[in-house]
């Protein structure tokens, strides 16, 4: 058996496709269009990256977009200023912090500073309890979280209901809140982590496997349980000598070839989980726009 391999390139676009037509239909009704802005501070390559292809997607969903670009030696208070004023601003609907910050800079006292009704990233402590607590209607979920839960729907149309889910890894970004979701989506959900032990048969008992730890090829083929869907969070890049030398390539956390030979679905690296992210922002700032017009 080979499995499917789930595009995560194809469901982004569709995704972006539903934002775009929200928009038209959020600026035709209301007259509102959604406005991003999104924050760096400093000048970290992957992080000027990433900005960069947040503002290019926002404004391909005809959002209103800006982006504040600060400079590493930026205070705290000069950040809160900025987060307050895009805070009172009518056309900002979502602001959007990229992390890491340069030290010095507190994550948590900059991420709780947005208006939680702008926090498109979902981090805000007021986000994460109310995720927490089921409250989904009122928050705004984090990104990547919600792009795995938008591939499995792709995969399972019906649903996840009483499905055995593990997720490997607890971060805060992806790991907890995933976890939440699957557990909203009635699966019956294990989080695993360093501790954890005996986690190949733990991983053998998944109907669906989410891996997000930050190790290449961690988790083996024969792990995966015959027939699983498996969504591979984790983007390492590894040396590929066979490209030429000093080539790298990307890769997940699960032994893809041997994987797929094993599970009814799963995501690829690149292509899978990775798309989805960026496309969920664009979800989450359109979602905060209509809420903001109720
Ligand atoms: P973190 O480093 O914050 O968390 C990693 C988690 O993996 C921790 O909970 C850790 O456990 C767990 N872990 C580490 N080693 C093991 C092990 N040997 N066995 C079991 N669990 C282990 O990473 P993130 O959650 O931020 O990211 C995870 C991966 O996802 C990374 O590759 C990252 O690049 C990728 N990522 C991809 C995104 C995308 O858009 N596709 C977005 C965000 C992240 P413990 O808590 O015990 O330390």
Not at 3 to 8: L, P, T, V
Not at 12 to 19: C, E, G, H, L, P
Not at 217 to 237: E, L, S
């Amino acid at each position: 058996m080979s499995a499917q391999i789930i595009d995560g390139k194809a469901v982004a676009q569709d995704a972006i496709a539903k934002v775009q037509s929200g928009t038209r239909a959020l600026s035709g009704t209301h007259g509102v269009t959604p406005g991003l802005a999104v924050v760096l501070v400093g000048e970290d390559p992957a992080s000027q990256v990433y900005v960069a292809s947040k503002s290019r997607m926002a404004k391909e969903c005809g959002f209103h977009s800006v982006q504040h670009t600060l400079p590493a030696e930026t205070t705290q208070d000069e950040l809160l200023a900025l987060i307050e004023s895009l805070n009172a601003d009518p056309k900002i609907h979502g602001i959007l912090v990229q992390l890491p910050l340069p030290g010095g800079l507190d994550e948590r006292t900059t991420i709780g500073a947005i208006d939680p009704a702008k926090d498109v990233d979902g981090l805000h402590d007021i986000s994460i309890g109310r995720l927490a607590s089921g409250q989904m209607e009122k928050t705004l979920v984090p990104c990547t979280p919600k792009g795995c839960m938008v591939l499995l729907d792709s995969v399972y149309p019906e649903g996840i209901s009483g499905f055995d889910a593990v997720v490997v890894g607890r971060s805060n970004l992806v790991g907890r809140p995933v976890a939440a979701l699957l557990q909203h989506a009635n699966a019956t959900v294990t989080i695993a982590h360093s501790r954890t032990r005996n986690l190949p048969e733990l991983c053998q008992r998944a109907d669906i496997l989410v891996a997000a730890i930050g190790r290449p090829v961690f988790i083996k083929g024969d792990w995966v349980k015959p027939g699983a869907t498996v969504i591979d969070v984790g983007i390492n890049r590894i040396p590929a000598p066979e490209r030429g030398e000093g080539k790298t390539r990307l890769v997940g956390d699960v032994e893809f070839a041997a994987a797929k030979d094993r599970a009814a679905a799963i995501t690829p690296v690149p292509g899978g989980v990775g798309p989805m992210t960026i496309a969920m922002l664009m979800a989450n700032t359109l979602s905060a726009a209509e809420r903001s017009v109720g």
